[in-house]
């Protein structure tokens, strides 16, 4: 089981940028794939980006390809989502993930950890 805290969140106009930190901890870490996903509300859970916790291989939804940049500190043990030119459609619940595989990480069943979510808002 791997424990992750996230950090960051909060009120951004639309256009702007914001930055979301995830610190990990526990068990199997090192192999872990790491990720994010958010639900807006009234919606599903849906991906947004992943990053490999060894070689540092990522994936991003399309909705953010581009805007979002996953990157990783190894020695802290933190994943980071650098979000810049936020629109309104980027309002919700940020959750930090921990996977197996690459694979499979971009849909929630793939998730084995979560962190407990934080609120984004872009107001427009």
């Known amino acids: 089981q791997v424990g992750l805290a996230e950090s960051g969140g909060g009120l951004v106009q639309a256009g702007g940028s914001l930055g979301l930190s995830c610190a990990a901890s526990?068990?199997?870490?090192?192999?872990?794939?790491m990720g994010w996903f958010r639900q807006a509300q009234g919606k599903e859970r849906e991906f947004v980006a992943a990053i490999s916790w060894s070689y540092g291989g990522t994936s991003y939804a399309d909705s953010v390809k581009g805007r979002f940049t996953i990157s990783r500190d190894n020695a802290k043990n933190t994943v980071y989502l650098q979000m810049n030119s936020l629109k309104p459609e980027d309002t919700a619940v940020y959750y930090c993930a921990a996977g197996l595989s690459m694979g499979t990480m971009r849909a929630t069943i793939g998730v084995k950890s979560w962190g407990k979510g934080t609120l984004v808002t872009v107001s427009s």
């Open positions: 526990g068990r199997t870490v090192s192999n872990a794939v």
